[in-house]
């Protein structure tokens, strides 16, 4: 599968932006799904995952309550909302899928479980 990010860009402080991760392919729905940013200086590290159903999501602590992830399998998309940005959220933002079922085993924030990434979009929050 490939994967293609985007709606990233510049925003204040509070403001908010969605991103979108385009997937190619038919079976888009057999993939579960997750978002990890990266920071100058520092390690990718996880946002957001998604079940392949949609029906098992979860976050980061530091984006908790900020931050939807969601997806339409019929349009081969998955999403992050994301609101009242902070300056620490600065980062690019990369989507990712793997076959593999995260959810039950808690495997989902770990980046070494996701097989297919996305090229990445950069989200800038200046304050």
């Known amino acids: 599968v490939q994967l293609q990010a985007s709606g990233g860009g510049l925003v204040q402080a509070g403001g908010s932006l969605r991103l979108s991760c385009a997937a190619s392919?038919?079976?888009?729905?057999?993939?579960?799904m997750g978002w990890f940013r990266q920071a100058p200086g520092k390690e990718r590290e996880f946002v957001a995952y998604i079940s392949r159903s949609g029906g098992s999501t979860t976050y980061a602590e530091s984006v908790k309550g900020r931050f939807t992830i969601s997806r339409d399998n019929a349009k081969n998309t998955v999403y992050l909302q994301m609101n009242s940005l902070k300056r620490e959220d600065t980062a690019v933002y990369y989507c990712?899928?793997?076959?593999?079922?995260?959810?039950?085993?808690?495997?989902?924030?770990?980046?070494?479980?996701?097989?297919?990434w996305g090229q990445g979009t950069q989200v800038t929050v200046s304050s």
């Open positions: 392919g038919r079976t888009f729905s057999r993939y579960d």
């Open positions: 990712a899928a793997t076959p593999r079922e995260l959810y039950s085993g808690r495997y989902y924030n770990n980046k070494s479980f996701y097989d297919y």
